[in-house]
């Protein structure tokens, strides 16, 4: 409680704005459910490894794979689930991640092509909550991961088309690995959530009474 207290009054003190800071996001995942976000399901994938938690495996169970899903609209995908696909998925999340750390756009979109060719995606509509939505079946892998895999590479596609590749970050707040995708107006999104805003604005407040000697 008194730790809560402090951080409270630092981020008094240095004026953080947290909306820009974390992109108007609290939490690493979406709590409340809504339309399928296939980019939200790439960033909740990639996040369910966190080197801040422990243990970092965070997709340890059929639960948590059902409500990852959930947490990102992909309930369809969460009813699918089973215990077996759980491996299969978390080799689907090391290859999103390795699109988050690419060095540069061309890499990202080089990857995210193969990754959908390889699963033979097809786009088909499916009809949802009265409005229709563009999914992408992956004809050659009929498993849940090879589901997770074509939405999350399509979103992450999309975003890129739409100029969102400067908008795909990696957590400044060192040694967390968690990634982001910053969705505020001014593009100032820095960490992958409030948490590691409050860690760092404690870190920079305590460096600066260390320097003032205080
Ligand atoms: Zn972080």
């Known amino acids: 409680m008194g730790g809560h207290l402090l951080i409270q009054v630092v981020i008094f003190v240095l004026n953080v704005d947290y ?72 080799e689907v999340r090391a290859g999103i991640r390795e699109v988050f750390e690419a060095p540069g756009e061309r890499e990202a979109v080089r990857g995210l092509n193969d990754m959908v060719a390889g699963l033979r995606a097809v786009p088909r509509l499916l009809r949802r909550d009265r409005t229709w939505v563009l999914d992408h079946v992956p004809t050659g892998r009929p498993d849940l991961a090879g589901a997770v895999a074509a939405r999350a590479a399509t979103g992450l596609l999309e975003l890129i088309r739409d100029g969102g590749w400067d908008r795909i970050g990696l957590c400044a707040a060192a040694p967390c690995c968690c990634v982001y995708v910053d969705r505020s107006k ?3 999104r820095r960490y992958c959530c409030q948490l590691c805003a409050d860690r760092m604005a404690h870190a920079a407040y305590r460096r600066r009474r260390v320097g003032s000697g205080r």
């Open 186 to 188: 001014n593009r100032s």
């Open 19 to 90: 909306d820009d800071a974390t992109g108007g996001s609290v939490t690493k995942s979406r709590e409340v459910p809504g339309p399928p976000d296939p980019i939200g399901l790439a960033v909740d994938l990639v996040n369910s490894w966190d080197v801040m938690a422990h243990p970092p495996e965070l997709l340890r169970d059929l639960t948590a794979l059902r409500r990852l899903l959930a947490g990102s609209g992909h309930d369809d995908l969460g009813g699918r689930a089973r215990q077996g696909d759980l491996g299969p998925v978390r």
